[in-house]
């Protein structure tokens, strides 16, 4: 369990996506048939609170700010690996 805690934290920490799926049904004929189906996809953005949880040391002492700039510098670093 405390490893699905800890992951789920990762995964705040880092900002994910989701995706709601809202279905319609009508009965036809005596049947369940789908009428109307919607899929919405959603990004959740990093959550500050939760790389704080996760930094260890003299990272912990930092101020939210100051954690949004590393995470900032962070995301550019990655999108430049992703990329080049």
């Known amino acids: 369990m405390e490893e699905d ?7 705040c920490a880092v900002g994910f996506g989701t995706s709601e799926v809202v279905e319609e049904f009508s009965v036809e004929d005596g049947e369940l048939r789908l009428v109307k189906k919607k899929v919405t996809r959603r990004d959740v953005p990093p959550d500050i609170k939760a790389v ?19 995470m900032k510098n962070l995301e550019k670093m990655l999108k430049e690996e992703n990329f080049d």
Do not use: N, Y
Request: aromatic share 0%.
């Open 5 to 11: 805690l800890k992951g789920a934290l990762k995964k």
């Open 52 to 70: 704080k949880l996760l930094m260890e040391g003299d990272a912990g002492a930092l101020s939210d700010e100051e954690i949004e700039e590393e």
